[in-house]
């Protein structure tokens, strides 16, 4: 699963437009309480107070703080990635599922949470509609290797050997991270495997075999 990077609100107001207003001692400016109980800054303290709690080890009260940032800020898809995250690292595939759909409902630039679909969806042996929202992703970011490791594992495990091998190679090509070295080998190894059961040659170039696209319906996670 990819970390999210959520996008901070405005910093508060300074200490001096705060008390120049000609306020009663101890007053604050309107705008000022506003912003401190808007439904977004109610919905991140929950959810601060989620992470506190899975800290904690207290995953089922975790959880309670995550949905309850979501009922307060129904507008903000962080309260729900955090619940798809939970669900994900808790092997609940299908709330997970979910959950990070509703996140990209709530925010459709949350193009991550077609990924954690995807990966929840090949974790649950869902492989075809694993392919599918894997395509949604690489729609969106087809630079990202991740997506297709992924999508290649759900091509063979659902017997298409030639669209995994496709995609193993790549993932190969694509990944750079030295820290993935490991992948980049094993995927190879994977592609020149399936290629031996096909009775194939090896090819000269590696050509992916796009999935099929579908309905959008709201694990990585990323910036929006």
């Not at 800054?41 to 703080?65: C, M, P, V, Y």
């Not at 040659?201 to 959008?216: E, S």
Request: one cysteine or more.
């Amino acid at each position: 699963m990819k970390r999210s990077i959520h996008i901070l609100l405005p910093a508060c107001l300074g200490l001096g437009m705060v008390l120049g207003d000609g306020l009663p001692a101890g007053a604050a400016p309107a705008v000022e309480l506003a912003q401190a109980t808007s439904p977004r800054q109610q919905a991140k303290t929950l959810k601060k107070e989620g992470d506190d709690l899975l800290r904690a080890g207290k995953r089922k009260e975790a959880e309670a703080k995550y949905r309850q940032a979501a009922e307060v800020d129904k507008t903000w898809y962080g309260a729900w990635e955090a619940v798809g995250n939970l669900m994900f690292s808790s092997r609940r595939y299908d709330d997970a599922i979910e959950a990070f759909s509703r996140a990209v409902a709530v925010e459709p630039r949350y193009y991550t949470g077609l990924y954690n679909i995807a990966f929840a969806h090949r974790k649950a042996r869902n492989y075809d509609k694993a392919v599918e929202y894997y395509g949604k992703y690489i729609q969106k970011k087809p630079d990202d290797p991740d997506a297709y490791y992924g999508l290649a594992a759900a091509y063979e495990a659902t017997g298409k050997k030639k669209e995994a091998v496709d995609n193993y190679l790549l993932y190969a090509d694509k990944e750079k991270r030295p820290s993935e070295r490991k992948y980049v080998i094993k995927a190879r190894n994977k592609a020149e495997q399936l290629r031996k059961e096909m009775g194939a040659p090896p090819p000269k170039t590696a050509a992916v075999t796009p999935p099929k696209t579908a309905a959008v319906t709201p694990p990585k996670t990323a910036a929006v």
